[in-house]
């Protein structure tokens, strides 16, 4: 609770400092987006929805905040969990809140490209996994098991790299559209309570967002 107490007081330390910098309103963002997990031979499809302030945004250096939520399912074909014992066809599902802190260079006026990169603070929400366990008996008394187990697990908190490079197209004076296509490195830390794998621990993922902009200023640049 103290590294994410710290990691909080950080985000809307950065978030104040940000909005004194500027004298214009943060550019509003908001966006649905699908996900793809790259890591194992079988993986699915998630998705999510954010909301994101833009500062500085009439500046070829702007700087980006927000909340968003995501949706991910994942898959390991096997998992060891100790002498004698494993899962198989294991299916990891989760919902993660995180918070970006990204930078964003732009290139042109109201219709431009921008990369972006910084790293998203996540925080989970719910996630759990669902497998065939089996053990295989070391006594003539020990039972053999093979069944279904739905597993919850918590208590982590994760730093997401990413790296993107996007889009920006209006539509009316105060609307843009944005598209942007997205690599993010997932690292969790600290957790607890049900599976443990190669995939809590990291996973790297693409992402497509789609949304629109809403600049509530009077002059945009």
Known sequence: MKVIATLLFFVFSWM??????QDKIPV??????????LKGTKTFFGGGLGVNFVFMDERKLSMKTGFEINFFHT????EYTGKMSG???????????????MFRL????????????GAYLGLPIGGTST????T????????????I???????????????????IFPVSPHMDLIVKPEFVFQKNFNVQDGPFSDFNTKFCYIRLCLGIRINPNDEIE
């Open 136 to 147: 295989t008996p070391t006594g003539p008394n020990q039972p053999f098991i093979d069944e």
């Open 75 to 78: 898959w390991n074909p096997s």
């Open 87 to 101: 899962s198989s066809d294991v299916h990891y599902k989760f919902w993660n809140l995180s918070i970006p802190l």
């Open 28 to 37: 509003f963002e908001f966006h649905g987006s699908v996900n793809h997990p």
């Open 16 to 21: 104040y400092s940000t909005s004194r910098a």
């Open 149 to 167: 187990r739905v597993e919850k697990f918590k208590g982590y908190f994760s730093l997401s790299p990413s790296v993107s490079l996007g889009g």
């Open 131 to 134: 497998s065939r366990f089996h």
């Open 106 to 117: 732009n290139v042109g006026g109201r219709a431009r490209l921008f990369w972006e990169a």
